[in-house]
């Protein structure tokens, strides 16, 4: 069963940045996405890329402030995050898609 592993979350200002990862053995094999949950809401699929990276796709929330890559020679998927707001804080995972067994994701605050 493939383990994801998310890491780079934090706190960071209004307007920052911040570079997610995800690691897995086999991650290869998938198409992946990014998902974020904020408290008292549903998780939310954010953006998707392709196996081979051809293409990608983003909810329209992140849209031009998101950026979702992957390097399949390191097993690694990344999600760069630029322009922040507040109402981007939520814990991110990183899944396939479609969804396989959940990692414990990383969380994102945005505030000043």
């Known amino acids: 069963q493939v383990q994801f592993v998310e890491s780079g979350g934090g706190l960071v200002q209004p307007g920052g940045s911040l570079r997610l990862s995800c690691a897995a053995s086999g991650l290869t094999r998938y198409a992946m996405s990014w998902y974020r949950q904020a408290p008292g809401k549903e998780r939310e699929l954010v953006a998707t890329i392709t196996r081979f990276g051809g293409s990608t796709n983003y909810a329209d929330s992140v849209k031009g402030r998101f950026t979702i890559s992957r390097d399949n020679a390191k097993n690694t998927v990344y999600l760069q995050m630029h322009s922040l707001k507040p109402e981007d804080t939520a814990v991110y995972f990183c899944?396939?898609?479609?969804?396989?067994?959940w990692g414990q994701g990383t969380q994102v605050t945005v505030s000043s």
């Open positions: 899944n396939a898609y479609p969804p396989l067994l």
